[in-house]
């Protein structure tokens, strides 16, 4: 009987799995990643609830991915500064943004300071899978109404005239736009929190907002043209 040689062909070994981390203050968005990738991506997820637990896992952990929401706490904008903390120290993993927020003027300051896309909370999880896989992969996301939406922003003659501010207002204006809350605001300006209110409340009258999240975005966008000679 002629013996038959042992193939020479190696056993394809199983890709890793991909190590995602979520940097969201509700543990139930992790688990909820767990839940939509299963049977789609293969996927390890790293949880932490605050800028500062994901910090600490990036340094770590060593993720492939980040996916983070842009709120956390009260800090309103807390995921737009990790974004920039971990890009200026030269984190090179892909990070997806995922969020309720729809403004067109938050999807831009996140895109600006490094994301490479961005999902809603509230997508289908084909389209939150596609999206994980897509800047997993090295391309950018971004839905397509969000994107013609920032698209119109850059359109000439697009923002309205800038009313006037005094000093103190542009600084709890400048406070606001970076996510602080009263409490920090007045703790960092040596004023009364009844001072930040008062100066808050006009601050709406002056941008016409409607709301503290309304005046969070009317912020960025007076800074955002302030500082490019709008």
Same mark, same amino acid.
């Given at each position: 009987?002629?013996a038959?040689a042992?193939s020479?062909?190696?056993?394809?070994?199983?890709?890793?799995?991909?190590r995602v981390? =979520?940097?969201?203050?509700?543990?139930?968005?992790?688990?909820g990643?767990?839940?939509?990738?299963?049977?789609?991506?293969?996927c390890?997820v790293?949880?932490a609830?605050?800028p500062s637990?994901g910090?600490?896992?990036?340094r770590h952990?060593?993720?492939?991915?980040?996916?983070?929401d842009?709120?956390?706490?009260?800090a309103?904008?807390?995921?737009?500064?990790?974004?920039?903390r971990?890009?200026?120290?030269?984190?090179?993993?892909p990070?997806?943004?995922?969020?309720?927020?729809r403004?067109?003027?938050i999807?831009?300051?996140?895109?600006?300071?490094?994301c490479?896309? =961005?999902i809603?909370?509230?997508s289908?999880?084909d389209?939150?899978?596609?999206a994980?896989?897509?800047?997993?992969?090295?391309?950018?996301?971004?839905?397509?109404?969000?994107a013609?939406?920032?698209?119109?922003?850059e359109?000439?003659?697009?923002?309205p005239?800038?009313?006037?501010?005094?000093?103190?207002?542009?600084?709890?204006?400048h406070a606001?736009?970076?996510?602080?809350?009263?409490?920090? =605001?007045?703790?960092?300006a040596?004023?009364?929190?009844k001072?930040?209110s008062?100066v808050?409340?006009t601050?709406?009258?002056?941008l016409s907002?409607?709301?503290?999240?309304?005046?969070?975005?009317k912020a960025?966008r007076?800074l955002?043209?302030?500082?490019?000679?709008i």
């Amino acid at each position: 009987m002629t013996a038959i040689a042992p193939s020479t062909t190696p056993t394809p070994t199983p890709s890793a799995p991909l190590r995602v981390l =979520i940097v969201d203050d509700h543990p139930v968005v992790a688990e909820g990643w767990e839940w939509i990738t299963r049977g789609r991506l293969e996927c390890e997820v790293i949880a932490a609830a605050t800028p500062s637990q994901g910090w600490r896992a990036w340094r770590h952990q060593a993720p492939d991915v980040i996916v983070m929401d842009l709120t956390m706490g009260e800090a309103k904008l807390a995921g737009v500064r990790l974004i920039e903390r971990l890009r200026a120290v030269g984190a090179g993993q892909p990070i997806l943004v995922f969020t309720m927020h729809r403004s067109p003027i938050i999807a831009r300051r996140a895109l600006q300071a490094g994301c490479n896309g =961005i999902i809603m909370k509230d997508s289908p999880s084909d389209d939150i899978c596609e999206a994980l896989h897509t800047v997993a992969k090295g391309g950018n996301y971004v839905p397509a109404d969000l994107a013609r939406k920032i698209a119109l922003m850059e359109r000439p003659g697009a923002m309205p005239a800038r009313p006037h501010l005094t000093p103190r207002e542009l600084n709890i204006l400048h406070a606001i736009a970076e996510g602080l809350s009263y409490r920090e =605001i007045a703790e960092r300006a040596n004023i009364s929190y009844k001072t930040v209110s008062n100066v808050s409340q006009t601050l709406k009258d002056k941008l016409s907002a409607q709301s503290f999240a309304d005046l969070v975005v009317k912020a960025i966008r007076h800074l955002e043209e302030t500082r490019d000679g709008i």
